[in-house]
């Protein structure tokens, strides 16, 4: 049974893409880390796991998906833009 209608997991998902994210802050010029993992393949397998609860919990309380592709496509934009001004 999913715990607190998906919530506990979405949390303990972000953990752990937190968790890969800084070992790849820590190892930047390289896609291997100490422990053996390929920091690429834990970042694609987090993502992932992260959409996957987003998904979830978007269903079990019916948020509206096409509100949250317009701000996930209004902070993209503005990422971008922060993104550029920096390496200007």
Not at 71 to 86: C, I, T
Request: with cysteine; glycine share 4%; charged share 30%.
């Amino acid at each position: 049974m999913m715990e607190k209608n998906g919530l506990a997991k979405l949390v303990e998902e972000c953990g752990e893409l937190v968790q890969v994210a800084a070992k790849k802050m820590a190892y930047m010029d390289t896609d291997a880390h100490p422990d053996g993992q390929s920091l690429r393949l834990g970042l694609e397998h987090e993502i992932a796991d992260v959409i996957a609860a987003c998904h979830f919990v978007r269903e079990t309380f019916d948020l509206d998906m096409v509100a949250i592709l317009k701000r996930a496509e209004e902070k993209h934009a503005q990422f971008s833009r922060w993104h550029l001004d920096k390496n200007a």
